[in-house]
């Protein structure tokens, strides 16, 4: 924006756009490749899902991880996540995953 001789500011236009959070496998908890996640492109206010991976269960015993986009300054020390749980958002953990026995899974046993 600049003043015009005639006394008159430039026209300009402002651009919005929401902020975003930073890929999930950044964060410590989820930087494993035991971790799939739905979080890439995240924007504020985006709804996404961690879970394990093929061949990995959860050893806290959920599934799926609710998680929550909030990108503001307080929180990008983890990403810019919150983790959903019961309804409540809390600081990411990430599942705990660990690998799945042999014959588990329609995986064929070892015998």
Excluded at 33 to 40: F, L, N
Excluded at 76 to 104: A, Q, T
Aim: glycine share 10%; net charge negative.
């Amino acid at each position: 924006v600049s003043c015009e001789a005639s006394g008159r500011f430039t026209a300009f236009s402002l651009l919005c756009q929401l902020r975003p959070c930073n890929a999930l496998d950044t964060v410590s908890n989820y930087s494993s490749e035991k971790i799939e996640d739905t979080c890439a492109g995240a924007v504020f206010g985006d709804a996404c899902t961690a879970s394990c991976a093929d061949d990995y269960n959860n050893a806290a015993g959920s599934g799926i991880q609710a998680i929550k986009c909030d990108a503001a300054q307080d929180t990008m020390s983890h990403g810019g996540y919150w983790e959903e749980i019961s309804s409540n958002y809390h600081l990411p953990k990430g599942p705990s995953c660990v690998g799945r026995p042999c014959g588990s899974a329609g995986k064929p046993d070892a015998n």
